[in-house]
């Protein structure tokens, strides 16, 4: 996402895998989703892209040079949204975060039917975890304010196709009220 707000090409300048002001503009959203889940007693999980070693490059390495040299403070969650004591961390080296985790072994002992897909990127983990949920017959929910990517036409392209095919789509204000009204 980058260290701080900035325009895209301003953050990718610090951090070339950042996502610049369009992150930050998530951030929000995902706060409020995690103060919901926390205020409910709902499980949270934190399927996350973990630091790179020598022996995990592979495709992704060879598409995007200079992954594996990225910088471990890079890999740090914004303070706003990080992982409470009690809440699964779960690190990931693909774009799904199903793909070689024990995320569906958690969901199925903690009784998940539904997951809320937050973060970035709307057309890489995202769609990718949406995409894997789908097929694993969970119910899928994208807030469409609280993922982002580093391309607004790619954000809303993959938003159109997850919500025609994957996943409902819809804003956090819209999201909050029926996660209260479900867990009531």
Not at 17 to 39: D, H, K, M, N
Request: glycine share 6%; proline share 9%; charged share 20%.
């Amino acid at each position: 996402m980058g260290y701080e707000p900035m325009p895209i090409m301003q953050a990718i300048d610090t951090m070339p895998t950042s996502c610049g002001e369009y992150g930050w503009r998530a951030v929000p959203q995902i706060a409020r989703l995690l103060q919901t889940f926390r205020e409910l007693g709902a499980p949270v999980l934190y399927p996350y892209v973990a630091p790179k070693k020598p022996h995990d490059q592979g495709q992704f390495e060879r598409k995007v040079p200079g992954v594996m040299s990225v910088p471990l403070r890079d890999y740090d969650f914004v303070a706003q949204v990080q992982p409470i004591s009690g809440e699964i961390t779960i690190p990931k080296f693909q774009a799904s975060a199903f793909q070689g985790t024990p995320l569906a072994s958690y969901l199925v002992g903690l009784g998940v039917d539904t997951v809320v897909v937050t973060g970035c990127t709307t057309s890489g983990c995202v769609r990718a975890t949406a995409v894997d949920a789908c097929a694993m017959n969970l119910k899928v929910v994208v807030p469409e304010d609280a993922v982002y990517d580093r391309s607004q036409v790619s954000h809303a392209v993959n938003l159109f196709d997850m919500a025609s095919k994957y996943a409902d789509v819809l804003p956090t204000e819209e999201l909050i009220p029926l996660l209260r009204q479900h867990r009531s």
